[in-house]
Each structure stands twice: as C-alpha cells, then as structure tokens.
C-alpha cells in the first residue's frame, strides 16, 4: 500500500463523497433546478418578448397583490414569536424531567398525527360559531353572543400554533436536554438565582438551537396556504402571498407570473432568516456580556 501524498484524498474521504453523491444529486434535481427555472421562468412574462422584469414590477405595483406580503407577515411574525416563546417554556421546565412526562409529552405532540384537513375540522367544530367553546361559554352565561373564532385571522393562527408547536416543543426539549446539568448546578452554586442562571448561562447555550426552531417555524409560517383557505378569508383578511401564487398558477393560468410570487416569496423569507441570525448574534453578545470581567 503506498503512502498517501499530501493533499490526495484519502479512501475514507472517496467513501464518504461516494455516499454523498446520491443526496447531492437529489438537492440539485428537486431543489437547485426546479428554483432557477422558477427564477428563468419569471424573467419570461407572457406578454413580453425576451427576458424581463415586468412581473415583478406588475407585483409591485398592484395593491391587491403586494399587500399580501403584509398579510403574510402579521401572520407569520406573531405566530412564530408565539410558538418559540410557548415551546421553550415547556422544553427549559421539562428539561430535567416532570411527573408523567411520557404523558404530557404524547398530548403535546398530538397534533403531529393530523393532518391539516382533519386539523382545521376539528377547529370549525370546536371554535365556531356553533362549536363546543362558544355553546359551553354561552350555556354558563359568561357570553351573551358566540365569539368569532374561525374564518379570520386567529382561526389561521390556531391552525398554525396546533401544526407547528410539536415540532418546535420536540427540537427544543432534545437540544436543551443535552445541555450538561453540571453547568447549571456550577451556577447555582456560585449564588446565582433562575433568572440569572437562565439568562447568563442557559440562553447562550440555548441560542442556537433557539435560532434554528425560530427560524423553521417562520418559514413554515410565512408559506402557510391551507390554513388560510379553510380557516380565514382566503380573498380577503388572510390572502397570503401563497395563495396569490396559487390563483396566478391555477386560476388565471399565468405560470410567469406565479413564478415571480413565488421568488418574491422565497426572497422575504431569507430576509427574515438573516434578521433572525443577528438577534441570535445579539441575544448571545447580550447574554454573555461583561463575563470573564474582574
């Protein structure tokens, strides 16, 4: 066996672009190909000859269709804020472990096994106008007239938190879980109260995953499109860039121009990913500031 000269690569390294290639190729073929041609097909408008940007400028300057991206936003911002801030109450107070945890993990994680038909039934049945919340409320006097629950923005916004919370609760309660307990207990002895040790010593090491969790949920949120049919005003109040998409695909038929949409849509969600990067940069350099000082 020769030795091996530096810079070649070794039999493990060909082993392991070997088992690479496969996943590589799948990334190109139903990733990378099919987002440049959406970017190359909305460059080619119907209307116009050759490569050209009056499909993003149509976007732009039509209320009814860049307004969505507001939508989407009050949408995606609280829901994802909301679903974090819930997911890592429960993860950081059962990191340790809690009475029947196996339990109140299955009823949290629940809503994992519906799909989100089924999901937004059960909200029409419980939250509507007719359902057992408002029938309950109304039976014990504390209303005099069922809420409106569905069909607006917190029907969206129920459907959202139940899809994405088990999600998130289970990405965090794993990160946090495998936090050394030895840290912590370090802290405590040193005098240091919950708050501080959560807020000095725990966030740190939390951020990251904290900033991934964020960062799925907003995604996901920000393309919500079944939720905002059955549950909210797909025309109106709850028209997300998704479904203006979905109309320009399939209703008037124009590819190019839900092509553009959908970049669009792709280019505020990296916007929001990289804001979401510098707060964790922020909340890390927040957290750890002026340790190691004397």
């Given at each position: 066996?020769?030795?091996r000269r530096?810079?070649?690569?070794s039999?493990?390294?060909l082993?392991?672009?070997?088992?690479l290639?496969?996943?590589?190729?799948y990334?190109?073929?139903?990733?990378?190909?099919?987002?440049?041609?959406?970017?190359?097909l909305?460059?080619?408008?119907?209307?116009?000859?050759?490569?050209s940007?009056?499909?993003?400028f149509?976007?732009?300057?039509?209320e009814?269709q860049?307004?969505?991206?507001g939508?989407?936003?009050?949408?995606?911002?609280?829901?994802t804020?909301?679903v974090v801030?819930?997911?890592?109450?429960?993860?950081?107070?059962?990191?340790?472990?809690?009475?029947?945890?196996?339990t109140?993990?299955t009823?949290?994680v629940l809503p994992?096994?519906l799909g989100?038909i089924?999901?937004?039934?059960g909200?029409?049945?419980?939250y509507?106008?007719?359902?057992?919340?408002?029938?309950?409320?109304?039976g014990l006097g504390?209303?005099?007239?069922?809420?409106?629950?569905?069909?607006?923005?917190?029907?969206?916004m129920?459907s959202?938190?139940?899809?994405?919370?088990?999600?998130?609760f289970l990405?965090?309660?794993g990160?946090?879980?495998g936090?050394?307990?030895s840290?912590e207990?370090s802290?405590?002895?040193l005098?240091?109260?919950?708050?501080?040790v959560?807020?000095?010593?725990?966030?740190?090491?939390?951020?990251?995953?904290?900033?991934?969790a964020?960062?799925?949920v907003?995604?996901?949120s920000?393309?919500?499109?079944?939720s905002?049919i059955?549950?909210?005003q797909?025309?109106?109040?709850?028209?997300?860039?998704?479904?203006?998409?979905?109309?320009q695909?399939f209703?008037?038929y124009?590819?190019?121009?839900a092509?553009?949409i959908?970049?669009?849509?792709?280019?505020?969600?990296?916007?929001g990913?990289l804001?979401?990067?510098?707060?964790?940069?922020r909340?890390?350099?927040?957290?750890?500031?002026g340790?190691?000082?004397?």
């Amino acid at each position: 066996m020769r030795p091996r000269r530096a810079g070649e690569p070794s039999e493990l390294d060909l082993m392991a672009m070997a088992c690479l290639a496969p996943s590589l190729l799948y990334v190109l073929v139903m990733f990378v190909y099919p987002f440049l041609y959406g970017i190359y097909l909305s460059l080619r408008p119907l209307k116009v000859e050759g490569f050209s940007l009056a499909n993003y400028f149509a976007f732009f300057s039509d209320e009814y269709q860049y307004k969505t991206v507001g939508i989407t936003f009050r949408l995606a911002v609280p829901n994802t804020v909301v679903v974090v801030a819930c997911s890592l109450f429960f993860a950081y107070n059962m990191r340790r472990g809690i009475w029947l945890e196996r339990t109140v993990t299955t009823i949290l994680v629940l809503p994992i096994s519906l799909g989100v038909i089924l999901l937004s039934q059960g909200i029409l049945g419980f939250y509507g106008g007719k359902g057992w919340f408002n029938q309950m409320l109304l039976g014990l006097g504390l209303l005099e007239e069922s809420l409106v629950l569905t069909h607006n923005f917190t029907g969206v916004m129920l459907s959202l938190f139940m899809q994405q919370f088990p999600f998130c609760f289970l990405m965090l309660l794993g990160y946090i879980s495998g936090i050394d307990p030895s840290i912590e207990n370090s802290a405590r002895t040193l005098g240091a109260n919950p708050w501080t040790v959560f807020r000095r010593v725990m966030l740190p090491l939390i951020a990251p995953g904290l900033a991934i969790a964020f960062a799925l949920v907003f995604v996901m949120s920000f393309a919500t499109f079944p939720s905002a049919i059955l549950l909210g005003q797909p025309t109106g109040a709850t028209r997300t860039i998704a479904i203006a998409a979905y109309a320009q695909a399939f209703e008037m038929y124009d590819m190019p121009y839900a092509s553009a949409i959908a970049v669009i849509m792709g280019l505020f969600q990296l916007a929001g990913l990289l804001v979401i990067i510098l707060l964790r940069r922020r909340i890390v350099m927040a957290a750890t500031m002026g340790v190691g000082k004397r």
